[in-house]
């Protein structure tokens, strides 16, 4: 059985902005992350920290919100490209800055 002729034309170009815009929010998120330990560690504006925590927390449902309504497949492409994010932050995040272990 082909399942070519059950999804349309536009899913692979839906599927393909989903995973792209699951990128662009694990990007965001995982620099607000980054940004709200800095000012928690700097002991910087509990305020501040909160609402990177609400902002980031927000984007992150609204995307995944908005990939869920268009269904299964570009959920789990956005979620994909979420986790794609995290494994470049990890990375950069793992990266020697300068100093000697």
């Keep these: ?17 989903a995973l792209l ?3 662009g ?8 992350l980054r ?4 000012v928690i560690v700097a002991g910087g504006s ?3 920290a909160l609402g990177l925590t ?11 919100y908005v990939a869920a309504l268009n269904g299964a497949l ?3 492409a956005a979620l994909s490209g979420v986790l794609i994010a995290k494994a470049i932050s990890l990375r950069q995040g793992a990266a020697p800055r ?3 272990a």
């Design 1 to 17: 059985m082909s399942y070519a002729n059950l999804l349309p034309l536009s899913a692979p170009l839906v599927v393909s902005l």
């Design 21 to 23: 815009c699951g990128i």
């Design 25 to 32: 929010i694990g990007v965001a998120y995982f620099y607000a």
């Design 35 to 38: 940004v709200t330990a800095d």
């Design 46 to 48: 509990p305020l501040r």
């Design 54 to 64: 609400f902002g980031r927390l927000a984007l992150m449902a609204t995307g995944l």
């Design 74 to 76: 570009p959920l789990l």
């Design 98 to 100: 300068g100093g000697t």
